[in-house]
């Protein structure tokens, strides 16, 4: 009997190549922080990468935009530090990726971006992410599954509380 519909796919076919790549990522995690990674991340894809921690974030946690200089990830002031954590690896799993996102010259502001973002995401349904925004989340939960596989200290037990 040949493959009929009656057992769709839960899960678009992007998650599997994305587990993939985040399964072949050559990286010791027990040395992880967010920092080396950030280092790391940069290195395999030839960006200069800069964290921003912003106070005038709260939703979105983290977003991206390309400039002339680099990649730049802004994340919340305001989480605690898995969701830290977890916010900028979603972000730099975007750039690993090699997603696309805005450019932004040099002439014009981050901030303008942020009130864009803040604007889109007062407006913006969290149940429609976009298929980036989907293989990023999941990129950046499996990192933590292996961030947790290679570390026996407290993180580990801090994620098992989460059951993430
Ligand atoms: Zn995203």
Same mark, same amino acid.
């Given at each position: ?7 769709? +796919?839960?899960?678009?076919?992007? *998650?599997?190549? %994305? ?9 010791? /995690? =027990? +040395? ?6 950030? +280092?790391?991340?940069?290195? #395999?894809?030839?960006? *200069?990468?800069? !964290? ?10 983290? /977003?991206? /935009? ?6 730049? %990830? ?8 898995? $969701?830290?954590?977890?916010? *900028?690896?979603?972000? &730099? @799993?975007?750039?690993? !990726?090699?997603?696309?996102? +805005?450019? *932004?010259?040099? #002439?014009?502001?981050? $901030? !303008?971006? !942020?009130?864009?973002?803040? %604007? ?21 939960? $499996?990192? &933590?599954?292996?961030?947790?596989? =290679?570390?026996?200290?407290? @993180?580990?037990? %801090?994620?098992?509380? @989460?059951?993430?």
């Amino acid at each position: 009997m040949s493959q009929t519909s009656d057992h769709p +796919k839960w899960q678009p076919d992007s *998650i599997s190549s %994305v587990e993939k790549r985040v399964n072949e990522i050559d990286y010791d /995690f =027990s +040395k992880f922080t967010v920092q080396d990674f950030t +280092k790391w991340v940069a290195a #395999q894809t030839g960006r *200069i990468i800069f !964290l921003e921690k912003c106070e005038e974030l709260k939703y979105p946690t983290g /977003f991206w /935009f390309l400039s002339d200089e680099g990649a730049h %990830v802004f994340y919340s002031a305001h989480l605690n530090q898995i $969701l830290e954590t977890i916010t *900028i690896l979603h972000e &730099l @799993m975007h750039i690993f !990726l090699g997603h696309e996102t +805005k450019y *932004i010259s040099a #002439q014009q502001s981050p $901030l !303008l971006l !942020l009130e864009e973002c803040l %604007v889109g995401a007062s407006t913006r349904n969290p149940l429609e992410r976009n298929g980036e925004d989907n293989e990023a989340e999941n990129a950046a939960l $499996l990192l &933590l599954r292996r961030i947790e596989a =290679s570390q026996t200290n407290s @993180m580990s037990d %801090v994620l098992n509380f @989460m059951d993430i």
